[in-house]
Nanobody
Framework: VQLQASGGGLVQAGGSLRLSCAAS????????VAWFRQAPGKEREFVAS????????YYADSTKGRFTISRDNTKNMVYLQMNSLRPEDTAVYYC?????????????????WGEGTQVTVSS
């Protein structure tokens, strides 16, 4: 499984971005997918996750109400809509997939990780 995150960029505080995660696997609907982020000098942290068919979603407290995760299994895509962005959201964002675990917090084992995409929020 290969995952490719895209959609990052530079945005002013209060703005929006939509990240995309493209997966190269025929059985994409059998994987839960999550977004994590890592800011400079900090540990990688959980952002949001979505279950195999999108019926359940989970968010970190810091992103709840501002970020929305969704997926389109017909296109092997997962999205992270980020609104009301803050400077503290600045980080490299990674998507990851797992066939068993739906992450809800922390940094659990994930079967596959993609390369990150940089999100920078200016104040």
């Amino acid at each position: 499984v290969q995952l490719q995150a895209s959609g990052g960029g530079l945005v002013q505080a209060g703005g929006s971005l939509r990240l995309s995660c493209a997966a190269s696997v025929r059985t994409f609907s059998t994987y839960a997918v999550a977004w994590f982020r890592q800011a400079p000098g900090k540990e990688r942290e959980f952002v949001a996750s979505i279950s195999w068919r999108g019926g359940s979603t989970y968010y970190a407290d810091s992103t709840k109400g501002r970020f929305t995760i969704s997926r389109d299994n017909t296109k092997n895509m997962v999205y992270l809509q980020m609104n009301s962005l803050r400077p503290e959201d600045t980080a490299v964002y990674y998507c990851a997939a797992d066939s068993v675990t739906i992450p809800k917090r922390g940094l659990p084992h994930m079967d596959y990780w993609g390369e990150g995409t940089q999100v920078t929020v200016s104040s």
